[in-house]
């Protein structure tokens, strides 16, 4: 299914260069809700394990083999107990971040959040410490849509785009990683009347819905992630 880079036919001169540039990186994604960024992140492994350095899965709890795998708790609400137990009291608490994509699935987020707050998956996948200091879930799942009327002209590679402007509502839970309980849970709207510069998009998208800022993110978290 083609997927694409629309821009705004008054910003096509320089983005052209920077979507070029991006091409011959490699870069690329699609998605109808959101830069291209945030929605070519992609899904890890599923596969989960129980044996990490210095143990085996008959004597250490259940974790998870790639950071990925903790979308299970976002959608089962079933934890992994061989993580970091959350309490709430002062200090840092390491979250991992996942967003609902296109209404299907919860994938790895890419937002940029403070020093320390997200966590991390080296490249040594065999040790599985770095993931064992989660603490924290949080799921971003997009629970309304709201067309705004607003319809937004892009130019694709010289072919005229339009999306539709649709502002959302998203329902951000915060789960304990080792239980899977709700611990904090906040609502985020994201609403705008300027059409973006850039948006990502398929083949017989007619809309284009905005997502919350990191800064909203941030806000949202602090309070669990910094409390």
Known sequence: MKAGIAVRRSMVSVVLAVVAALGACGGGGGGSG???TEESQGTAATTTTTATKGGTGADKPEVPAFLGDLDRVCTTQVGFPGLSAYEAAPGLHPVALFEEFRGEDFVESGRQLPEG??????????????????????????????????????????????????????????????????????????????????????????????????????AALKSVVSG
């Open 34 to 36: 959101g830069g291209a």
């Open 117 to 218: 707050w997200a966590v991390e998956q080296d490249a040594n996948f065999e040790d599985t410490s770095d993931l064992e200091l989660t603490q924290l879930v949080a799921c971003s799942d997009r629970v309304e849509e709201i067309p705004t009327g607003v319809i937004c002209d892009f130019d694709d590679d010289g072919a005229k785009v339009k999306l539709e402007l649709v502002d959302a509502v998203y329902e951000l839970k915060v789960y304990a990683a080792t239980t899977g309980t709700v611990v904090h849970e906040q609502r985020l709207e994201a609403r705008t009347t300027k059409c973006p510069f850039i948006a990502t998009f398929k083949k017989g998208d007619t809309t284009f819905v905005d997502q919350p800022s990191d800064d909203d993110y941030i």
